[in-house]
DNA sequence: GAATGTTATGTTATATTATAACATTTCCAT
DNA sequence: ATGGAAATGTTATAATATAACATAACATTC
C-alpha cells in the first residue's frame, strides 16, 4: 500500500483527541479484566484513568495527589496496590529511570516494558520492536541466561521537541 | 581460534579469581581519570573499590554501612557524591530496576547500560551487544527521536542457578 | 609560601518513594 | 444470612535520595 509510512507515529502529537486513547485504554482493560476473571473496581478503574491522563509517565505520590481531591482517605497504599494490579494485568507499565508509571499501549500482548522517553517535555512512548526482543534473546540464550522478563528505557529528545529547537 | 567460543562467559563462575576483577577496574579508573584530569580521590576509588566486591549490584545504603565501618563520618551525601563522579565517568553504572550499582567492566567506550540480571543469586552481568545498539538505534531513526543513552536490564536466571536446579 | 579561587568533603536536615501490619468493609458463593 | 476471600482503610515506618550550608583540601598565581 504506498509507501507512506516511512516514519512510525510512534509519539503522539500534542493536539490530538486524547479522549480516544483514554477511552482505547479503558475499554481494553475492561475486556482484559473480564477474560482473565480479575475485577476491575472503581478506584482500580480510576486509577488507571488518571495514569492515562496523558502520554508522560506519571509518579505514584502525583496519581495520589490527583486521588486524595475525589478521596478524602487515599493514602500511599491506596495507589501503589491499584498500581500492583494494573502492572500485574499488564496494563501499566512502571518506568524504572523515573519511578515513574505509564498506561500499556497494547496490554493483551503481554510483552515487557520498552519505551522512548523525552529528556525535554518528559512524554514517552512504548515500542515493541520484534528485532530487540530477538537481539535480547539471542544474546542472552549464547549467554545461558533465560529471560523471565526485560526494561529498556532509552532517553533523548522526542521528534517534537527536536523540531521546536 | 576454532570454534571453542560458542557460549560466551558473560556471568563469572564464583570461584574466579575476584581480585583480579577488582585490580583490573581499579587500575582501568586510574588511567581514565588520568586521561580526562579527574580527580579519583581516597574516598571515591575506596567506593569504587566497595561497588566491585563482588559482581553483584550494591545498594546505596549497603555501601555507606560498609563505609562507615572505616570513615565514622560517612553519611548519605558521602556515598551518593562518590557514586555520582563515578557513574558520570562510566565506571559505574546504576541498576534501575534495583536501585542498585554496579561497576563496569569496559569504562572506556563509554556505552549505555545493558545488563543480565539473576532473580535467584542476584548476580549481574554487564553485555554490550552491537545487535541490540542497532536495533535501539534504528528504531529511534524511524521514530524521529534522538538518542541520549539507554538502559536495558534483563530478569531472569542466570547459567549457575539454572544448573543448580 | 601566603593569598585566592576551586573542588571535595563534612554535617544536618529533609524530601521522595515504597512497604508493613493490622482493622474494616465489600463482594460473592453457599 | 452467613462464612470466607478479596479489596480497601488506616497508621506507622522503611528505604532511597537530595538540599543547603559549613569546612577542609587542593591548586594556581603572585
Ligand atoms: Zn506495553
Ligand atoms: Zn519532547
Ligand atoms: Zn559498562
Ligand atoms: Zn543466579
Redesign the pocket.
Known amino acids: 500500500m504506498g509507501k507512506t509510512v516511512s516514519k512510525a507515529k510512534i509519539f503522539k502529537k500534542p493536539g490530538h483527541d486524547h479522549g480516544r486513547c483514554i477511552k482505547s485504554a479503558l475499554d481494553m482493560a475492561q475486556s482484559l479484566c473480564a477474560a482473565r476473571g480479575?475485577?476491575l473496581?472503581?478506584?482500580?478503574r480510576r486509577v488507571l484513568e488518571l495514569v492515562w491522563a496523558s502520554h508522560r509517565p506519571i509518579?505514584?505520590?502525583d496519581l495520589l495527589d490527583k486521588l486524595k481531591a475525589e478521596?478524602h482517605?487515599?493514602?500511599?497504599?491506596?495507589v501503589?496496590?491499584?498500581l500492583e494490579?494494573l502492572i500485574e494485568l499488564g496494563l501499566v507499565h512502571?518506568i524504572e529511570s523515573l519511578?515513574a508509571y505509564m498506561g500499556c499501549s497494547g496490554p493483551d500482548a503481554g510483552h515487557s516494558s520498552q519505551f522512548l522517553i523525552c529528556r525535554d517535555c518528559g512524554s514517552a512512548a512504548e515500542i515493541n520492536d520484534a528485532r530487540i526482543d530477538a537481539a535480547i534473546n539471542n544474546l542472552s540464550q549464547d549467554a545461558g541466561f533465560s529471560v523471565h522478563h526485560h526494561s529498556i528505557e532509552v532517553e533523548g529528545r522526542c521528534p517534537d521537541c527536536r523540531s521546536t529547537r
Chains 1, 2 share one sequence.
Do not use: K, Q
Open positions: 480479575a475485577r473496581t472503581e478506584l482500580r509518579g505514584a505520590y478521596r482517605n487515599a493514602a500511599p497504599p491506596t501503589y496496590r491499584a494490579f512502571r519511578n
